[in-house]
């Protein structure tokens, strides 16, 4: 099956899984605002999403059974909680009011605010409290991808595993991102183990859960590692590219935006490596200026051609798509043929994908 | 055991379990930013706190298992775990700086913010950003005490299912109180359901994991599940008590406070539902007013007393003490001696506490 024949089978056995675990809270509670609360957070999980995470947990399973199993669908679900759960707190901590063009959640709750009379409390800190919660309580229903199905009890203790592990690569990929606006010489390899931990280790763990279903063995976990973790690589290199170099006219994203909150970048990593000193320099005192204009956006631009990073940068992510598509030949003759296109499919299309 | 002596014995098995999980994080990490923030957790986690869920846990496990055993030391760790991580979301959310007398770890990271040159982000937003993120850790850290201990995985996945019901119980309490200020007439009854949920529930599934490991009849279930909950019950209602008819130099609390935050208290709701329409109306007037003066503060502990609230309040307490203590004498006969003490102590304890 190619990707697309994937997406159109699954998606929506997806969307009921989902479905199901947020109509269990809604059948449990009485509370009207509890209510309220539950179907904010089952409309944001079915707003959109390209639910990558469990189509990945999905089709590695199916790889390795023959015919494959739709009981896998349901765990596969809790990958996706763990994504959603981070966007919400992302969203409150980079104060993006919209996600996927539609309002964050906590932006709904700022919006819910209108219907209080809350003298004591601003409508900010109204959305920011209850999208704190919103997140955890994401957080938590996850789990019930593991406990709740058909499969024995050491495989979904395993997923819990490597559910919590990914959590941790994914704060610890956020917090070293946060400590880079301090770091002066930040060299390539700083950025990658960022990049890996905070966008591949989700993935890796999305694939090696589903692994973990189909009982799959030892030695081929290293190479599906090795598929995720690049897959999350290559998806943020070219993420970067086109947050600078994109057409905003596809993209649907400014091409300023990166540039303008001082986003330590690909991008931006390697022409500080590569400019001269007095360039560097430059470039550093109009990254960090909080007023930066529409022609300084420009001059960063510039700079950035001037040391060739759109080139290097597509190079570092075509050495990562190799090193994936090696992986992926050497998983050939132990996979179906079907899940081998749709792995295929898929490196391809992070690689090539203008928006 | 007396709860002195189970304290005494048991307060250094669980800090050394805390010890254990954190010391494994820091060893995992090389970036010295990631090691400062899981020290700051560590520390955060061995800066105070009663311990009280832990110890539930394990004097339930100790009371149906003769003599003991030391293995359920590690997996009790889990409720305090969940415990920490609600604080700091909590301490975000109410915009407190400080809990236990030492910083808050969101305000920790405030002030490690001068450590920076980040002039695209404000000291609170960061101290706000890592402190959601550090919530976050402590949930999911808490599963690793369910997932590496010597119980065989049937229990593990249990304990992890409690874990999640508790987060979820705690959550909706939480939520049920903030719409409160919406609610114009609120029933004790209400209020009630709010507390068991906010505090109850966690007590509760301290109690059901140790049981759980010890692998106790489900008949003895419900008499543990109400003696938790009522426990958390009481704590609350005397909680509220001290809020404002305390003796600040032993609670280390003022007396103003819930007052002036126009906290829904036992108090309150109990007063607005007793006095005449006219005081209640002043009542509520004086409630919502953002800019309550000291004498208005007293105005509304005279119309307290009015109500007679506390003596209702401490009626109240009473009966569900009442309930704790027939569940508790129920199960005199199938738990050790020296677990029922530990039980009874406890309940004594919260309900006679003056700070």
Chains 1, 2 share one sequence.
């Not at 179907?39 to 999403?49: Q, T």
């Not at 999905?58 to 996706?80: C, L, R």
């Not at 109009?286 to 007023?291: G, R, S, T």
Request: one cysteine or more; charged letters at 30%.
């Amino acid at each position: 099956m190619n990707f697309g024949e994937y997406v159109k089978l699954y998606i929506p056995k997806i969307t009921d899984a989902i479905k199901n675990i947020y109509n269990k809270k809604l059948n449990e509670v009485e509370n009207s605002f509890l209510k309220d609360y539950y179907s904010e957070l089952k409309d944001y999980f079915l707003a959109g999403g390209k639910r990558i995470r469990p189509l990945l947990c999905i089709a590695t399973y199916n790889a390795f059974i023959e015919g494959g199993d739709d009981k896998i669908v349901f765990p596969s679900v809790g990958v996706e909680f763990l994504h959603n759960a981070s966007l919400i707190h992302d969203d409150i901590i980079d104060k993006d009011d919209f996600r996927r063009g539609k309002p964050a959640f906590h932006y709904r709750f700022r919006q819910y605010h209108a219907k209080y009379d809350l003298k004591k409390m601003q409508a900010g800190d109204f959305g920011t409290n209850i999208g704190i919660i919103g997140g955890d309580s994401a957080f938590f229903f996850g789990l019930e991808a593991f406990l709740f199905n058909e499969f024995e009890q050491e495989l979904n203790l395993n997923a819990i595993q490597y559910y919590e592990q990914a959590f941790k690569e994914i704060s610890n990929g956020v917090l070293i991102e946060v400590d880079m606006v301090n770091q002066k010489d930040l060299k390539i390899q700083d950025y990658i183990e960022m990049i890996s931990l905070k966008t591949g280790a989700l993935l890796e763990k999305s694939i090696l859960i589903g692994a973990n279903y189909a009982m799959v063995d030892e030695k081929y976990k290293s190479l599906l590692s090795t598929y995720g973790v690049n897959l999350g690589i290559i998806f943020q290199i070219i993420d970067d590219l086109l947050g600078t170099f994109g057409d905003e006219k596809i993209t649907g994203k400014p091409t300023d935006g990166d540039i303008r909150e001082g986003k330590k970048s690909c991008l931006l990593i390697t022409a500080l490596n590569k400019l001269s000193e007095e360039d560097k320099k430059q470039l550093i005192q109009l990254i960090e200026n909080p007023n930066i204009s529409e022609n300084d956006v420009n001059e960063v631009k510039i700079l950035f051609q001037k040391a060739d990073a759109a080139n290097i940068c597509r190079d570092l992510a075509k050495f990562y798509y190799n090193e994936a598509k090696k992986s992926l030949e050497q998983l050939k003759e132990v996979i179906n043929d079907s899940e081998f296109e749709f792995f295929d499919n898929l490196l391809n299309f992070v690689i090539e994908r203008k928006f």
